[in-house]
């Protein structure tokens, strides 16, 4: 991110008006703005910006909404929050009524930017001397109130707000999955404790209260994972069949590979001026032997899907989905074994890497990509299946030519198909029901 230096502008007029109209008297964010407005300018800071990139928002603004933080005990969320919403906020950071703000994201971009550099000095140190000065911040009993204190205190908000919410996010997955048996291991106090988003109420404020409330979460955490650790899921061995499947096409991959860099090779001796005749036909036998090995592997894992059992019924169920063949069923299956340890079709999106994960900043609000953490030849398999369903006439062509007229890109679009269709697949495996275009899923009652 880039700094632009721009003087300190006057704050809007219908926010000043709408501010003085809810504020008669003022209040403490309002006068402090009023303070602050001559103290420093944007090219005081360009020290902790590059001159090229993105540009970057007001460091004074963001000085400003740190203070907040530490006079109101406000984490980076519920800061981001006050500066869309609250009047008195807007008015100190200059801003006009109906802006929406930034991310919460930028707050602790910014804080890494100054302690990184050293550079506290330029922005909090001042402002706060000459807030105290004025009489606008006391000093906290024995405790500090320079920059070091207040990033202090702002990073221990959002580290317990973090720590609160993943518990919080743990619980409820939990009453998802395992709901009887969660409400059989949690106390009452449990759902009144953590029933609402952490950031939606105000941390407690004074230090012991604090640490108090930080001991609780982390001692509910444990007995949680206690609880857990003492009844673990039972193990289920993987099917003999499925791992000679997984064998069979782990094989069959390789040999793939070796097929195409053989060509390679043979395309490019194609192209030389002058070459050995022996060196064009070892090339060629390579490329007949490794054709011969892709057609015993094919050969194999066609006798393997063709024995009797489950695993046939299970191919030809995921090969009653347009676009899945019997030998992308067979990756499927071979990846996945037989969903014992899949309960939902999300989790099986999830190890396919094709679940949507959110990569955002400052620059960059509500945008998201695919994880690619999970099974490399899962979603090469369905990505290849959703690049030949996009082109037929069917309900799930027409999902992607939809999402492609309402500006998706094509790719994203084939992405959103190809986890569409796995999810298909989990469905036609869970009901044990072959696909059927003509199906309308049953609406929930009133």
């Keep these: 991110m880039s700094l632009d230096p721009q003087p300190i502008g006057e704050i809007p007029e219908m926010t000043v008006r709408v501010a003085r109209a809810a504020f008669r008297k003022g209040s403490t964010i309002m006068r402090l703005r009023e303070e602050f407005g001559t103290l420093y300018t944007d090219a005081d800071f360009s020290v902790l910006f590059p001159k090229r990139g993105q540009p970057a928002l007001a460091p004074w603004r963001l000085a400003l909404v740190s203070v907040f933080q530490f006079l109101e005990n406000f984490t980076d969320r519920q800061a981001a929050d006050q500066v869309r919403a609250r009047i008195d906020w807007k008015y100190a950071l200059g801003l006009e009524l109906e802006d929406a703000g930034f991310d919460f994201s930028v707050l602790s971009e910014f804080r890494s930017r100054l302690i990184q550099g050293h550079n506290e000095h330029l922005l909090l140190d001042t402002m706060l001397a000459h807030f105290k000065a004025q009489g606008l911040i006391k000093a906290k009993g024995k405790q500090r109130t320079d ?127 002058a070459v050995q005749d022996v060196v064009v036909r070892l090339c060629d036998e390579r490329l007949a032997l490794l054709g011969q090995q892709r057609d015993t592997l094919n050969q194999a894992i066609q006798d393997t899907i063709a024995l009797p059992g489950r695993l046939h019924v299970q191919i030809e169920l995921l090969a009653s989905v347009p676009g899945i063949g019997q030998l992308t069923a067979a990756v499927l299956l071979s990846e996945t074994g037989h969903l014992e340890d899949m309960h939902r079709s999300e989790q099986w999106t999830a190890y396919a890497g094709l679940s949507p994960l959110p990569r955002q900043s400052g620059a960059m609000i509500g945008r998201c990509r695919i994880s690619k953490i999970g099974n490399a030849r899962l979603r090469r398999a369905m990505y290849l299946s959703a690049v030949t369903v996009s082109r037929l006439s069917n309900p799930l062509g027409a999902y992607y030519r939809r999402l492609v007229e309402q500006g998706k890109p094509k790719k994203v679009a084939l992405i959103a198909l190809a986890r569409k269709l796995l999810r298909t697949c989990f469905a036609v495996l869970k009901t044990a029901q072959p696909f059927d275009l003509a199906y309308q899923r049953p609406l929930k009652a009133a």
């Design 147 to 273: 920059s070091t204190h207040v990033l202090a205190h702002v990073r221990a908000l959002n580290h317990l707000e973090l720590v609160a919410e993943t518990l919080r996010a743990a619980l409820n997955e939990l009453a998802v999955a395992a709901p009887a048996w969660l409400k059989e291991v949690s106390p009452s106090e449990w759902f009144e404790r953590y029933g609402q988003r952490v950031y939606d109420f105000r941390l407690p404020k004074g230090q012991a209260p604090r640490d108090a409330y930080g001991v609780t979460v982390g001692q509910d955490g444990f007995q949680l994972l206690t609880a857990l650790e003492m009844r673990p899921a039972r193990w289920t061995p993987t099917d003999a069949c499925v791992e000679s499947l997984r064998a069979l096409v782990h094989e069959r991959d390789a040999v793939i590979e070796l097929i195409t860099l053989e060509k390679g090779r043979h395309h490019a001796l194609d192209h030389r001026h």
